[in-house]
């Protein structure tokens, strides 16, 4: 007899991009699909040091059970580590550590949605999200972007016409989209938030990757300007892309019942974060050597963001049709079909494995209307004779 699975796996499926990594192990391929850091840029030394400190001077709670809430240790890092990007009166008890951004995103979806509830997401937006929201049974609307990020008078009419549980938005070079959402436009949100009384979810892995000026705000450190926004905000962090991955440490603010909610389904889920990873950054934020690191994975993403763009422009010409990122891991692009040049981004997808470069076609990224012309690349694993070699290639598929 087979087995019974759940009824909820039916509304989602395997990650294309998880199936297209299965087509990266040729040899010679370049990838610009994942969106990972670049592992050189790990600063082996310095976690090698916090991972010894950890256990030269507190070995009984770096390798013992946690409280859930997180490694107070690193809480209080954490708490100091947003309020140097203007997050001025958050405190330790304000947030919940996690393991990666990624389960915050999920306790979110047990916390608040019911089986047919309305999400409003951006579109495109981060795929895993997408997932993660209608494995709980979320019915997801999309609002449209633009360079600018989320287009905010699109939003409010998708708010008032569904009343969503929440809104979810990554408004700081967001995944796949690279794009910057606008100061002004992020007031506006947290003026919507108030108005309409809607959580808004702000994903903020990358917003510590830019290559020129700071970006606005995050909506967290924002809500300060907008009176009553803040409760109106759950704001999840990630060591992920600014120090390592592997570490697996993520955080979430948000209203106190809510963080008391996501901290009860966090015991039935993993009990807490590892403790040796949470003591390890802990220590490593103390180091005072994040500064420096920021420095040198911004200015080297930077020259490849840069050099991306000039092999675009110099070798697709016409053909492709997008902004060049100011911070992030990704460019996203979109297929013009000038000059009677493939326009389907799939199509393209499977011509350019054939010669030997690979990339992530956009429509995935949609929840609802998928443009089939947009495409993302990811800049972060690659030198730029990498980059300009594998444009060079992409000219060919196309």
């Known amino acids: 007899m087979p087995l019974q699975f759940a009824t909820r796996l039916n509304n989602v499926e395997t990650s294309a991009i998880r199936e297209l990594f299965k087509l990266l192990g040729k040899p010679g391929i370049i990838s610009f699909a994942g969106g990972f850091p670049d592992s050189a840029m790990f600063d082996v030394e310095g976690l090698r040091e916090a991972s010894q400190r950890a256990l030269a001077e507190e070995a009984g709670g770096a390798l013992q059970y946690g409280a859930t809430e997180g490694y107070e240790p690193l809480r209080t890092q954490l708490a100091a580590f947003e309020r140097n990007k203007g997050v001025a009166d958050i405190e330790p008890q304000d947030l919940i550590v996690t393991t990666g951004s990624q389960q915050a995103l999920d306790l979110l979806g047990k916390t608040m949605i019911s089986e047919g509830d309305k999400v409003i997401v951006e579109g495109p937006t981060f795929l895993a999200t997408i997932q993660c929201f209608r494995l709980y049974g979320a019915d997801i609307e999309s609002a449209p972007i633009d360079a600018h990020g989320v287009q905010v008078d699109k939003l409010e009419q998708l708010i008032v ?65 907008v009176p009553g926004s ?64 920021l420095k040198t994975v911004r200015r080297k993403y930077g020259e490849r963001a840069h050099a991306m763009a000039q092999a675009l422009k110099r070798e697709l010409g016409d053909a492709i049709a997008f902004t060049e990122p100011q911070g992030g891991l990704f460019f996203w ?26 990339f992530v076609p956009g429509a995935p990224f949609f929840a609802k209307e998928p443009d089939a012309a947009t495409l993302r690349l990811s800049f972060a694993t690659a030198g730029v004779d990498k980059i300009e070699e594998g444009i060079a290639r992409l000219a060919k598929a196309l």
């Open 161 to 225: 016409q569904h009343r969503p549980k929440f809104v979810y938005l990554i408004p700081t070079f967001g995944n796949p989209s690279g794009a910057l959402l606008s100061l002004e436009r992020r007031r506006k949100i947290l003026e919507l938030a108030v108005k309409y009384q809607v959580l808004i979810v702000e994903d903020d892995p990358y917003g510590d990757l830019y290559f020129g000026e700071a970006p606005p705000p995050s909506l967290l450190a924002l809500s300060q300007e």
């Open 230 to 293: 803040r409760e109106w905000i759950a704001h999840c962090g990630s060591m992920s892309k600014v120090l390592s991955p592997g570490l697996r440490v993520g955080w979430l603010v948000a209203q106190p019942e809510l963080l008391a909610k996501a901290t009860m389904c966090k015991q039935f889920s993993d009990a807490h974060t590892s403790t040796f990873a949470q003591a390890t950054a802990a220590q490593y934020l103390k180091s005072g050597r994040m500064p420096d690191t």
């Open 333 to 358: 692009a979109r297929l013009t079909g000038a000059g009677g040049k493939i326009k389907d981004a799939s199509v393209f997808a499977k011509r350019a494995i054939e010669q030997n470069v690979a």
